[in-house]
Nanobody, 125 residues
Framework: QLQLVESGGGVVLPGGSLTLSCVAR????????IGWFRQAQGKQREGIGC????????TYADFMKDRFTISRDNAARTIYLHLSDLRPTDTAVYYC??????????????????WGQGTRVTVSS
């Protein structure tokens, strides 16, 4: 059974950058599409983007794509989310999700199947 562990969160100044990692343990990572999500306190979880199982196609929510970048290294069993030009409104817990379908449904996986525990990002001066 695939398990996901996010890391890389922390406190960053406005305008700063951060790279989050999602490490997959167990299971055939190379057959899973992976989505990144975030949830700010008191708000619903929202999709950021999704990368296909082979890493060739990445799609983003419109309001994310200019500042956030998703990539994956299946050999290293890791999916990355690079955050740039961070703003206080980006403060949230960031999650990755794995779907056994290899493609994405727009900027999210078809099914939200396997979640990591999340990593917290705080943007503050």
């Amino acid at each position: 059974q695939l398990q996901l562990v996010e890391s890389g969160g922390g406190v960053v100044l406005p305008g700063g950058s951060l790279t989050l990692s999602c490490v997959a343990r167990g299971g055939p990572l190379g057959t899973y599409a992976i989505g990144w999500f975030r949830q700010a306190q008191g708000k619903q979880r929202e999709g950021i983007g999704c990368v296909t199982s082979d890493g060739t196609v990445t799609t983003y929510a419109d309001f994310m794509k200019d500042r956030f970048t998703i990539s994956r290294d299946n050999a290293a069993r890791t999916i990355y989310l690079h955050l740039s030009d961070l703003r206080p409104t980006d403060t949230a817990v960031y999650y990755c999700d794995a779907d056994p379908q290899p493609t994405c449904s727009g900027y999210v996986p078809h099914y939200l199947t396997i979640w990591g525990q999340g990593t917290r990002v705080t943007v503050s001066s």
